[in-house]
T-cell receptor, first 116, second 114 residues
Framework: ETGVTQTPRHLVMGMTNKKSLKCEQHLGHNAMYWYKQSAKKPLELMFVYNFKEQTENNSVPSRFSPECPNSSHLFLHLHTLQPEDSALYLC???????????????FGPGTRLTVL | AQTVTQSQPEMSVQEAETVTLSCTYDTSESDYYLFWYKQPPSRQMILVIRQEAYKQQNATENRFSVNFQKAAKSFSLKISDSQLGDAAMYFCAYYNTNAGKSTFGDGTTLTVKP
């Protein structure tokens, strides 16, 4: 059983919809990540949160809005998306020790997003 | 900027045989980690093996082992006694300790033939 869960597993939305992706980790980690995995592209890091603070935003469009209310939960709020945003969105977590993010990330199963 | 290159988009292996997936990376850092992740059709990303750059000894995990050539910046994955359950996409990843960031390769799709 994975220590990182994501809901929903599949999501279809129109370009005018607003939806949210949820990630929860049960590993006691304090760093969480959002990745985007498009077809035939490497994983793209979107956001990094460390102790609930956003430490990385890789030039992600504002139609993606992350929220990290606590170290165990991470959301990705979606609004007015484009068809090219269709992808698998993966959440991951890792431990933070003495101010350094440790190397090993544990991934959730992903949310398959389709934007019509 | 760090880059990770997996030159084999697709590989296939006969069940019970051995296959090697290649990965090269580019970095100016001396302290980093390297990983191989497996992503089966379920899309769950699973850590297969991890290598610390400061260790000369190649990491092994059961049927999985790596050939880490630091000077050549090469990090290949060897799967011995391949099983049908090994069929998946395999990603090589580099972790920059200073930046706290991971960079992934494009992936290699492995097919295991019965």
């Amino acid at each position: 059983e994975t220590g990182v869960t994501q809901t929903p597993r599949h999501l279809v939305m129109g370009m005018t919809n607003k939806k949210s992706l949820k990630c929860e980790q049960h590993l006691g980690h304090n760093a969480m990540y959002w990745y985007k995995q498009s077809a035939k592209k490497p994983l793209e890091l979107m956001f990094v949160y460390n102790f609930k603070e956003q430490t990385e935003n890789n030039s992600v469009p504002s139609r993606f809005s992350p929220e990290c209310p606590n170290s165990s939960h991470l959301f990705l709020h979606l609004h007015t998306l484009q068809p090219e945003d269709s992808a698998l969105y993966l959440c991951a977590s890792s431990q933070e020790l003495a101010g350094v993010l440790t190397d090993t990330q544990y991934f959730g199963p992903g949310t398959r997003l389709t934007v019509l | 900027a760090q880059t990770v290159t997996q030159s084999q988009p697709e590989m296939s292996v006969q069940e019970a045989e051995t296959v090697t997936l290649s990965c090269t990376y580019d970095t100016s850092e001396s302290d980093y980690y390297l990983f191989w992740y497996k992503q089966p059709p379920s899309r769950q990303m699973i850590l297969v093996i991890r290598q610390e750059a400061y260790k000369q000894q190649n990491a092994t995990e059961n049927r999985f082992s790596v050939n880490f050539q630091k000077a050549a910046k090469s990090f290949s994955l060897k799967i011995s006694d391949s099983q049908l359950g090994d069929a998946a996409m395999y990603f090589c990843a580099y972790y920059n300790t200073n930046a706290g960031k991971s960079t992934f390769g494009d992936g290699t799709t492995l097919t295991v033939k019965p």
